[in-house]
């Protein structure tokens, strides 16, 4: 592990002022589950950790007119139980429950999560310099790639591992993003960026700025949703295919629906062609094969991946049945 120095900000002006003013590289650390794997094998090395661990304002589940708010210090195991959270948006509290262990789950925090590293075990070995690492090439790409991209894969294949990230853009979630120069506000969904963009970035965070803020919008009325996670082990996995669905359903019709899938893409991967297929008409099993044929119509997968296709179409499948 490299030397670095340790900042400790109390307030969110705090906060702000480090990012913007600090000298040299600097990473922020919430629950740190993520963050001291990669300091103690190298392939994190910032100047400075700035843990916002003590800022307070920075936590908690909040209700008004307009939904949820939710702070990116909130843990895990808090979000889930949640009784709001419990009551209005099950498939969080789904994605919630499925993430990592107990253990974990009391650790590990909403903005920690959202803002995870990918788990490519290229990345994550210290020896091999990979294309999102500085280097000339994607070792996944004719390599070991079994867990990797079938969506957004080019030029790097990574899987973006979040569990709560697909679940809240299901949900239409917003992001407050805090900088010493005043916040800006994006859905969710835009707030992650694939690997054509920026290959060494997985999200639009610049360097001064930090998650303030998650807004989750009030339920509307028929609105159902749910979480499937398909996994290698029954404990403790990253999804090898996960699906969120959300939407207003009524009888077997979806009036609105959105699917958002996790394991499959560089990014939160959402399934407009599928969701085209699903919204307005009555859900039948020949309309569920319709759906995952256009789910996985742009799939691209690798030579050892191509298993993923069948299991898009079958997480599709089994969180959209549960709703009606």
Same mark, same amino acid.
């Given at each position: 592990?490299?030397?670095?120095?340790?900042?400790?900000?109390?307030?969110?002006?705090?906060?702000?002022?480090? &990012?913007?003013?600090?000298?040299?590289?600097?990473?922020?650390?919430?629950?740190?589950?993520?963050?001291?794997?990669? &300091?103690? #094998?190298?392939?994190? /090395?910032?100047?400075?950790?700035?843990?916002?661990?003590?800022?307070?304002?920075?936590?908690?589940?909040?209700r008004d007119k307009d939904g949820l708010r939710v702070g990116p210090m909130t843990r895990v195991v808090d979000l889930a139980a949640h009784p709001d959270v419990s009551r209005d948006y099950p498939v969080l509290k789904e994605a919630a429950l499925s993430l990592a262990?107990?253990?974990?789950?009391?650790?590990?925090? @909403?903005?920690?999560?959202?803002?995870?590293?990918?788990?490519?075990?290229?990345?994550?070995?210290?020896?091999?310099?990979?294309?999102?690492?500085?280097?000339?090439?994607?070792?996944?790409?004719?390599?070991?790639n079994q867990y990797?991209?079938?969506?957004?894969?080019?030029?790097?294949?990574? @899987?973006?591992?979040?569990d709560l990230a697909p679940a809240l853009i299901s949900l239409g979630a917003r992001v407050t993003i805090g900088r010493a120069g005043g916040d800006r506000v994006v859905p969710l969904e835009k707030f992650y960026q694939p690997p054509s963009v920026d290959v060494r970035k997985?999200?639009?965070?610049?360097?001064?700025?930090?998650?303030? #803020?998650?807004?989750?919008? /009030?339920?509307?009325?028929?609105?159902? #949703?749910?979480?499937v996670k398909l996994t290698e082990r029954a404990t403790w996995d990253f999804a090898l295919a996960s699906a969120a669905v959300s939407g207003v359903v009524r009888g077997k019709v979806f009036s609105e629906i959105a699917i958002v899938m996790g394991g499959v893409g560089t990014v939160p991967w959402r399934m407009t062609g599928a969701e085209a297929v699903l919204r307005g008409k009555t859900v039948t099993e020949a309309l569920l094969d319709q759906a995952g044929r256009a789910a996985v119509?742009? /799939?691209?997968?690798?030579?050892?991946? /191509?298993?993923?296709?069948?299991l898009t179409a079958a997480a599709i499948r089994k969180a959209v049945s549960a709703l009606v």
């Open positions: 592990m490299r030397d670095f120095k340790l900042a400790q900000p109390g307030t969110v002006d705090e906060l702000a002022a480090v &990012l913007s003013e600090g000298p040299g590289a600097m990473t922020l650390m919430s629950g740190g589950t993520d963050l001291i794997d990669l &300091l103690k #094998s190298g392939v994190a /090395a910032p100047d400075i950790v700035v843990d916002v661990q003590g800022i307070a304002e920075l936590a908690g589940i909040t262990s107990p253990q974990l789950r009391n650790a590990g925090t @909403v903005g920690g999560n959202l803002c995870q590293r990918p788990r490519c075990w290229y990345f994550r070995d210290p020896e091999v310099v990979c294309l999102k690492k500085g280097g000339d090439k994607c070792y996944a790409f004719q390599g070991r990797h991209a079938i969506f957004g894969g080019d030029p790097c294949f990574i @899987v973006y591992p979040s997985e999200n639009i965070l610049a360097g001064d700025e930090f998650i303030r #803020s998650v807004s989750v919008p /009030a339920p509307r009325p028929g609105q159902k #949703s749910g979480y119509k742009e /799939a691209a997968p690798l030579a050892e991946n /191509a298993y993923k296709i069948n």
